[in-house]
């Protein structure tokens, strides 16, 4: 199994320590490249690392996780966003999907509604990259194509020359 970038923010250190020591990330197809306790610190990571995906509180002092993920759009750093909150407010969750988050998770979390929703996460994120890679491959076939044609053109002009 392909493992995908994992960034897991919280600003609850007892929190974010048990998401960090409680899952089998590993199994669920992730591979936690860093972890943040802040919303600034979240953007920080998530420039340096790349990931594929964060798991991210929503709920955070001086920047939420809204604002991390309006941050990261801003900046066009594609990755997934599962939204964790401790609130059952519609604003909050509806706000979250305006972002694009792939899902809203209340806390306490239901360990197989994480799983699955994970589960989800890694299978959209693969299909992604598969997806970015026929393309990409598909667009040098092309370059490789009409680069030939180019000589050729190049060429037979060339030929024609007196």
């Not at 694009?100 to 306490?108: D, E, I, N, S, V």
């Not at 990259?129 to 370059?143: A, H, V, W, Y």
Request: hydrophobic fraction near 40%; aromatic fraction near 8%.
């Amino acid at each position: 199994m392909e493992l995908l970038k994992l960034v897991i923010v919280d600003d609850e250190p007892i929190l974010l320590q048990g998401l960090l020591d409680t899952y089998d990330w590993e199994s669920m197809g992730f591979e936690v490249v860093g972890s943040a306790k802040s919303g600034v610190q979240a953007l920080e990571v998530i420039r340096r690392e790349q990931p594929h995906v964060v798991l991210t509180d929503i709920r955070m002092k001086q920047m939420t996780g809204l604002m991390v993920m309006e941050e990261i759009q801003k900046e066009q750093i594609s990755c997934l966003f599962v939204v964790l909150s401790a609130y059952r407010d519609f604003e909050y969750a509806k706000h979250a999907c305006d972002l694009g988050a792939y899902a809203y998770l209340l806390k306490p979390i239901d360990d197989e509604q994480l799983r699955s929703t994970m589960t989800g996460a890694y299978n959209t994120c693969i299909k992604q990259l598969r997806s970015e890679e026929k393309i990409r491959k598909l667009g040098n076939k092309l370059l490789l194509k009409d680069d030939d044609s180019f000589l050729q053109g190049r060429n037979t002009k060339n030929m024609f020359r007196i």
